[in-house]
């Protein structure tokens, strides 16, 4: 009842036996017209139900586990399609299999997934470095003009940055106001500009050569 996530519960026939607050709130589906539905029928467009079952094959195989999990999208009331990480756990009662379903709306993560695929396409090639750094100090993005900057922080795209850098995002993403620093790179002097995009949870650091 009181989870952020959504919560199905499903019989062994794949009809919706329970479905919690989060799930009426995701989905925009009362409880008492979701349950009694087939899950698949009514909650998944077609598109995704091959998937779906693959999920619930893979559950079955792993007893009281809780991962069949994996990606794929859930059909609203409204007919919008939303994408969802989703988690099958297996219950056994008595002589019956049920299917717990936690489901996750993962909207924002591919939003997020698609600015940094744009961004990459942007700066790939910019003779400027360009980084993109997550709220914890993890580069998720960096151009091959950055690479002195990694070099000269011992870091790969994946890794996060030294202590002291990280926390000059963080004090960045938590004013959300941009600032500027000062880097020199064997020889070469570097203004770095942060500029934080609070909504996303992220940092763009923008590198400018000021030898």
């Known amino acids: ?9 499903l019989d062994h026939a794949g009809r919706v036996i329970e479905f919690n607050p989060a799930a009426e709130r995701a989905l925009g589906i009362d409880r008492r017209d979701a349950v009694g539905q087939v899950f698949v029928d ?44 989703i988690s099958i756990a297996p219950i056994e009662l008595e002589s019956e299999r049920f ?20 961004l990459a396409r942007f700066a790939s090639e910019s003779p400027t470095p360009i980084l993109r750094v997550t709220t914890e100090g993890l ?9 002195p900057l990694l070099l000269a922080w011992g870091a790969e795209q994946g890794d996060p940055l030294p202590e002291g850098w990280g926390a000059e995002v963080a004090a960045a993403l938590e004013s959300g106001e941009p600032r500027e620093r000062e880097l020199e790179v064997a020889g070469q002097g570097y203004s770095l500009l942060f500029a934080p995009i609070r909504d996303l949870g992220y940092l763009n650091i923008y590198a400018r050569d000021i030898t």
Do not use: C, W
């Open 1 to 9: 009842e009181a989870s952020l996530d959504a919560i199905v519960t």
């Open 42 to 85: 009514r909650l998944l467009p077609e598109i995704a139900r091959p998937a779906f079952q693959r999920l619930l094959d893979r559950s079955r195989h792993r007893h009281r586990e809780p991962q069949g999990r994996g990606e794929l999208v859930v059909l609203r009331a409204d007919g919008d399609e939303i994408p969802v990480e």
């Open 99 to 118: 299917f717990t379903l936690y489901i996750h709306d993962i909207t924002s993560r591919k939003q997020a997934e698609r600015e940094i695929k744009s």
């Open 139 to 147: 580069i998720v993005y960096a151009n091959r003009a950055s690479r």
